[in-house]
């Protein structure tokens, strides 16, 4: 397909590409970013490693056509990775209660499972444990069992409670 | 080939017009984006005829762009189409739910789409407008042409919006669900169901199942053997006989056997059936 001018913004920054717009977002990302903390694994909607938020909202990056976020927002694992920076922090809260609680293994579904928890803390704060695993049904781990995941989001939720307050 | 992200009705009827046939209409794109080689597209997801819910003389009416997650999040169709909100609900993943839209789930025709399957059930009709500017009126329960195979064509016709009687008085609906996991799973059996009583009498209903055939299927022995009944203990046993005796399934390697699906769809048909009379009943007495 023909390619075309794509405007959109990126962690926060305006960018302006000019790609395939039947390519995946995904794609997009880790090729003409070079954003490849985004995962690829399934590449059809299954295991929620390509988890990105558009707009604010979890989506399977794999499977959002690039010229759908025309005049959007995405945010990536490097964009919340960032927000950690910029209050001095090596990483972002959630991502520090992950590796505190071993809730990351071989690691890669992580990428995923911290985007599916930034959004549901985003708009609900402190999550009961079973709203936890709802927000995170769409993310698919090998290794770690999910456990150790729902309590670093939970945990995570409690320590940014706290600086809040 | 290109990708245009449509920002108007006018603007999107103009392009199908204009390409004759030669192009396809995309929503959230989680079915058709998997389907390659892909067509050109034409993207309808912010053309605001298609989204939102409103009221429109007395008929809720959804867009057809509206997300799944949208939809069981919505106060008005959580408490006036309770089976739409479930069957949304259990849709895929909250990724899934995210971008995927009703108007999509019926348009890729899946024989078991669960939105489908409660606005058969909800006894919905849907609003298209062709890319010649025409407008016209269908059952949902009349769209389906065949296996993934919707009478809606994506290529020349835009389907805009549902209009669904609210639920009130006397009236109740309710959708059942068995998956082998509660997430990212599709359904062995689902079902739907819609009454509306006088007196504790049924005088109007609907039981819809799948997948039996390609299309969600109405269950017309059952919905005979309910009619003009009082709902009670004695009733339950002779639904889930008869949905199970009505219709044909097949077991699958992958999926369950024949067996497990006749014993689910009895129960299924019976417990949405239980549910949407109870929730009548609750609004006879409010
Ligand atoms: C991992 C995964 C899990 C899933 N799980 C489920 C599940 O549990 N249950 C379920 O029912 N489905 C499931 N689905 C299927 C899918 O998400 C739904 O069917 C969804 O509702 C489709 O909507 P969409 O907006 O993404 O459609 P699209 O992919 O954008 O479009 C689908 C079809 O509809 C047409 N179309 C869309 N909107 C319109 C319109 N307004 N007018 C005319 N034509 C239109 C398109 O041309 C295309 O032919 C799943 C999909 C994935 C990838
Ligand atoms: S790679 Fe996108 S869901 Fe698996
Ligand atoms: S830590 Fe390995 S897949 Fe989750």
């Known amino acids: ?165 | 080939m290109s990708y245009m992200v449509a920002a108007s009705l006018e603007q999107a009827l103009k392009i199908l017009h204009e390409k004759g046939g030669n192009v396809q209409v995309i929503a959230g794109g989680t079915d058709l984006y998997l389907k390659k080689p892909l067509p050109d597209l034409v993207d309808v997801s912010s053309v605001p005829e298609i989204l939102g819910i409103c009221r429109d003389e007395g008929m809720l009416s959804i867009g057809a762009g509206v997300t799944h997650t949208e939809a069981a999040a919505s106060a008005v169709i959580q408490s006036e189409a309770e089976a739409l909100a479930e069957a949304c609900r259990r849709v895929g993943s909250p990724q899934v739910r995210n971008m995927g839209t009703i108007g999509g789930n019926l348009v890729n025709a899946a024989p078991a789409a669960d939105a489908a399957v409660a606005l058969v059930a909800l006894g919905a009709k849907a609003l298209l407008v062709n890319h010649a500017g025409s407008s016209r009126e269908a059952f949902v329960e009349d769209l389906y042409a065949g296996y993934n195979c919707s009478y809606v064509d994506g290529s020349s016709e835009i389907l805009l919006r549902f209009l669904v009687e609210p639920c009130g008085q006397g009236m109740g609906s309710a959708f059942m669900r068995f998956a082998p996991r509660e997430a990212l799973s599709l359904p062995l059996v689902n079902s739907a169901a819609f009454v509306r009583l006088r007196e504790n009498i049924i005088e109007e209903v609907r039981v819809v199942i799948a997948p039996v055939k390609p299309a969600p299927t109405r269950l017309v022995e059952t919905e005979k053997l309910v009619l003009g009944c009082k709902p009670g203990e004695d009733i339950w046993r002779k639904v889930e006989y008869t949905a199970a005796s009505e219709v044909e399934v097949r077991g699958s390697l992958l999926r369950c056997s024949e067996e497990y699906r006749y014993h689910l769809v009895g129960v299924l048909a019976r417990r949405a059936l239980k549910k949407a009379v109870e929730r009548a009943l609750n609004r006879q007495r409010r």
């Open chain 1, 1 to 165: 397909m023909k390619e075309q001018v794509i405007r959109f913004e990126i962690n926060g920054e305006k960018a302006e590409v000019y790609a395939d717009p039947t390519l995946s977002l995904l794609h997009l990302l880790r090729s003409r970013f070079n954003l490849i903390g985004t995962k690829e694994g399934c590449r059809k909607g299954e295991c929620g490693t390509c988890t990105v938020l558009l707009d604010g909202q979890a989506v399977n990056s794999c499977l959002v056509p690039a010229g759908k976020v025309e005049g959007k927002k995405v945010l990536t694992i490097e964009g919340v990775t960032r927000e950690g920076a910029l209050k001095g922090k090596r990483v972002h809260p959630l991502q520090q209660s992950f590796v505190e609680k071993g809730a990351v293994q071989c690691g890669f579904c992580t990428p995923g499972m911290v985007m599916s928890a930034y959004a549901l803390l985003r708009d609900n704060p402190s999550p009961s444990p079973e709203q936890v695993r709802e927000a995170i049904s769409g993310n698919l781990c090998r290794c770690s069992g999910y456990k150790q995941i729902e309590e670093a989001v939970l945990e995570a939720a409690k320590t940014m409670q706290e600086k809040q307050g």
